[in-house]
């Protein structure tokens, strides 16, 4: 073909990256073992797995099998590892990281083409996005490593971490998990996904080069059923990390609960792009290219719902129809396409399967006049309209690259609609106006927020889900928390550390855990006389519940007596029970006013609460002396560190406001701390006033509203504490107290499909069943177990919003 003849046809010619290299490579370690210990084993059961090309189908290589005598071998050589890295000084550790950064850019080109040989994705993205993230994450964790001692004071790393990565972002979602594993100074057993383990076995041997200590990261090729199951299993591991499918979360939240392992999920999502009518149309086709075609649909955070303001959709959707006609599908090695082949076979058919439901369903499916090459996995763009909001393809993640088209008039209508999902990881907004976008953003219920732009990740700024999404986060600083804990939490090795609250005659405290939990005040406490005398008060009334800023019978009509640690009654406080429970759940709802107030405000009323709680600390110091027999001296110290907590509590509530990162992109991250919502709250049994302060507190002071439940065994304290709400100004149904059986109201708070977290202090079992609740409810439940009193919000809901006047290419 001669030029002029490209001049007139302007038609592509193929370009493709050499893949000799890495055919070469893949030759010349074929089979691949498994790594353990800087070694490379092979697996116990003997078997290997063919890794596949999903652009022709043909056999790559083939990769161990291992089984769960591997998992034990590698957490064995994690372990011992530990013991070791885990003091290494940041600074040695940080050389460490850098050493892998340094390497992976070195071999940057290798690692490209082999991503996309593997998965299928376009070299274009491999080169230009999955491997410089890669490398940045470890640059990035490499300062957090040196950093460690001094900015994050009193952590300690967890041991040996479980790993689980999908198929999506194969060494991408490798570097979220073990960069900042290890910067914080754990050790690493990593299962990579079934059908693209090679990135990470190339990654193994850069691990080897880098020098890094034996056993600091093991990497287990395999299947699910033998390796991941053993890994969440297994007693060595101290923390699993998932990315993948919400079903697979769920199974895994079940597995571990109760067991004491902290646990991060990153699940799938639905995630709206919503369009306004004076955002620019051009750089709107450009950013639904990017949000559902990059990856070929295949991105947990894809902008796979379309919302478009009605006066403009026609305008919009024929202009994407065009666009659309011009991609190009085709081998992921051709630098000029735009999306490559679908992973396997298997999500092939599950893409083809919900289309035809889509068309079933009654929507309009639009597909460009093209065909599909036909030799490997391939799905052409596809949009729907005509779609209703409750319709499985507006609902269910398709996981491919199928958009689906809906209109809306008004915002309102837009965030509703928006919202409309059982899951919450990320959005995007166009608008030309700023005052819309930064209006919607933080109404939508996501973890991340684009304002015209889509599908940008930096290390610097936290990733991760609402509802069905998942908890926790990878990236800035909060998400080192996934990996560290308190050196108090340190003494709650296993789960029996927090054994059955109790007390023992005296009114002294059995419980380790809440003892740990309220560390610090042990010291105020310290040396204080022995208990006085008190005269008791005979029986004076029933307290009744709290509910919606009143007091409230039960729905029972029954009351429980309150016994002092003699065994004399002192009081009667209401049975609560579920109907109380919907009630003060409804409650906190409707107070979600409360979130959205300023937190100047909110700082005032928490100011006022401690103003009134210290006129009346005699009479909250005798209440306590009554409920557990401690001396008097010692109760007013409880009571002084109480309103010491609220005054604590009022100041971080308009300091606690995030950060802005600046991550090498156009652009800037605004990360905001967020509300939960309606948090649900059982109460230790030990300080029955200072155990509900810090608690109420700090969830109130970030903007949620709540239902607590009180120490079953010492509820006077919080309520008495109704008169210091109603006196400080405490809007109706911030603060609903529901007394009664701990774990029975627990149970069903927990199971409550309005409660939006649940932070429950009592026994093992009890504990186990919170978190097995959360199965019922559909989401996952978020239950703070592992944060001190002294933590004032779960870090993990921390919102970013990317602003950008143009998409990212
Ligand atoms: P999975 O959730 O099944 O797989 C993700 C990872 O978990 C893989 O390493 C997998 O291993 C492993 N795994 C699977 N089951 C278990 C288990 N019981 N215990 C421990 N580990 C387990 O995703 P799929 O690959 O099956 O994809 C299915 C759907 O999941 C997609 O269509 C998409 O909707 C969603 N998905 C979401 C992702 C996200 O980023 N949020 C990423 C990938 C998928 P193995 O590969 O050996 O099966």
């Known amino acids: 073909m001669s030029v002029m003849d490209i001049f007139e046809t302007m038609d592509y010619g193929p370009a493709p990256e050499g893949a000799s290299p890495a055919l070469a490579w893949l030759k010349e370690h074929q089979p691949f073992n498994l790594f353990i210990n800087n070694q490379w084993v092979q697996p116990a059961s003997g078997q290997y797995l063919d890794s596949v090309n999903p652009a022709n189908g043909k056999v790559l290589t083939q990769v161990a099998s291992a089984n769960s005598a591997d998992v034990d071998a590698a957490v064995a050589a994690a372990s011992a590892a530990f013991e070791k890295w885990g003091k290494t000084p940041g600074h040695v550790r940080a050389r460490y990281l850098y050493a892998l950064a340094r390497q992976i850019q070195k071999h940057s080109r290798l690692l490209a083409v082999l ?4 998965n299928g994705k376009s070299i274009r993205e491999t080169r230009d996005i999955d491997i410089p993230l890669v490398a940045r994450h470890f640059y990035y964790h490499a300062g957090w490593a040196q950093l460690m001692a001094s900015e994050l004071p009193g952590y300690q790393p967890l041991g040996v971490v479980g790993q689980i990565i999908p198929w999506n972002f194969p060494l991408l979602m490798l570097a979220w998990k073990i960069a900042p594993a290890i910067a914080m100074g754990n050790t690493v057993v990593l299962k990579p996904a079934r059908y693209t383990p090679l990135t990470a076995l190339k990654f193994a041997e850069i691990v080897q ?51 004491g392992k902290k646990l991060s999920l990153e699940l799938g999502g639905k995630s709206p792009f919503i369009v306004f009518d004076d955002a620019d149309l051009d750089s709107v086709v450009e950013g639904v290219v990017d949000a559902i075609w990059f990856n070929q649909g295949q991105v947990c955070c894809a902008g796979s719902r379309l919302l478009v303001q009605e006066n403009i959709a026609d305008r919009l959707l024929s202009k994407l129809l065009i666009r659309m006609e011009r991609l190009r599908v085709g081998d992921p090695l051709d630098k000029a396409i735009d999306i490559g082949a679908i992973v396997s076979s298997t999500q092939l058919q599950e893409i083809q399967r919900l289309v035809a439901r889509g068309v079933e369903e009654g929507a309009q499916v639009w597909q460009p006049s093209w065909a599909c090459p036909t030799d490997g996995y391939f799905f052409p763009p596809t949009l729907f309209t005509n779609v209703s909001p409750a319709s499985t393809i507006a609902q269910v993640e398709i996981f491919g690259p199928v958009l689906v088209a809906m209109t809306f008039r008004t ?13 919450g990881l990320a959005a995007s907004v166009w608008s030309d106006n700023i005052n819309l976008a930064l209006d919607i953003a933080p109404k939508i219920k996501a973890g991340s927020v684009w304002v015209n732009c889509t599908n940008l990740f930096d290390a610097s700024s936290g990733f991760g889900g609402y509802r069905e999404s998942g908890f926790g986060r990878e990236g800035g600083k909060e998400g080192l928390y996934e990996y560290v804990r308190h050196a108090w939490e340190a003494q709650l090795a296993s789960p029996s550390g927090y054994t059955p609250t109790g007390r023992a005659a005296n009114g002294a405290s059995s419980s380790s855990f809440t003892d740990s939990l309220l560390a610090g005040i042990d010291d105020e406490l310290d040396g204080l006389s022995a208990p006085e005398t008190i005269e008791l008060p005979a029986i004076d009334r029933t307290s009744k519940l709290f509910i919606a800023g009143k007091q409230a019978r039960p729905d029972s009509g029954y009351s429980r007596t309150v016994y002092d640690p003699a065994g004399r009654a002192i009081g009667e406080v209401g049975d609560g029970n579920r109907k109380d429970l919907r009630n003060a759940v409804e409650a906190a709802h409707k107070a979600s006013g ?18 009134n709680l210290s006129v009346r600390e005699d009479e909250f110091a005798r209440r306590i002396v009554q409920q557990t027999g401690r001396s008097h001296v010692d109760a007013m110290s409880e009571v002084q560190t109480a309103i010491s907590r609220l005054f604590s509590y009022a100041a971080w509530t308009d300091k606690f406001e995030g950060g802005v990162h600046r991550p090498p992109l156009r652009g800037v991250v605004l990360a905001m701390p967020e509300a939960i919502g309606v948090i649900g709250i059982a109460c230790p049994d030990d300080y029955p006033l200072l ?5 109420v507190a700090p969830a109130i002071a970030m903007g949620n509203t709540i239902v607590v439940i009180p120490s079953q065994i010492a509820p006077l304290s919080a309520t008495d504490s109704y008169q210091v709400f109603e006196t400080s100004d405490l809007p109706a149904g911030v603060v609903n107290i529901v007394t009664g059986e701990r774990d029975a109201l627990s149970q069903v708070l927990a199971e409550h499909d309005d409660v939006d977290a649940m932070w429950y202090f009592g026994t093992a079992e009890g504990s186990k ?7 019922v409810t559909g989401w996952i439940l978020y239950r703070v177990r592992d944060k001190s009193f002294y933590a004032l919000l779960p870090r993990s809901k921390i919102s970013g919003f990317l602003m950008e006047n143009s998409c990212n290419r």
């Not at 991503?115 to 593997?118: F, N, P, W």
């Not at 915002?411 to 899951?423: D, F, G, K, Q, S």
């Not at 409360?594 to 103003?611: K, S």
Request: net charge negative; proline share 4%.
């Open 115 to 118: 991503e996309a040989l593997d």
């Open 209 to 259: 080069e880098s020098g890094l200590p034996p056993g600091v990261i093991n990497i287990l090729t395999g299947e699910a059923s033998q390796v991941g199951e053993a890994l969440v299993r297994h007693p060595g591991i101290k923390k699993i990390a998932f990315t993948g499918s919400t079903d697979v979360g769920r199974s895994i939240r079940r597995a571990t609960a109760g067991s």
């Open 411 to 423: 915002p309102a209508e837009a965030v509703e609609l928006a919202n409309n999902t059982r899951y």
């Open 594 to 611: 409360w979130a959205t107030g300023t937190t100047h405000n909110r700082a005032q009323i928490l100011y006022y609460m401690a103003e």
């Open 691 to 695: 155990g509900f302060i810090s608690l």
């Open 769 to 775: 069943r919170v978190e097995l609740a959360s199965l």
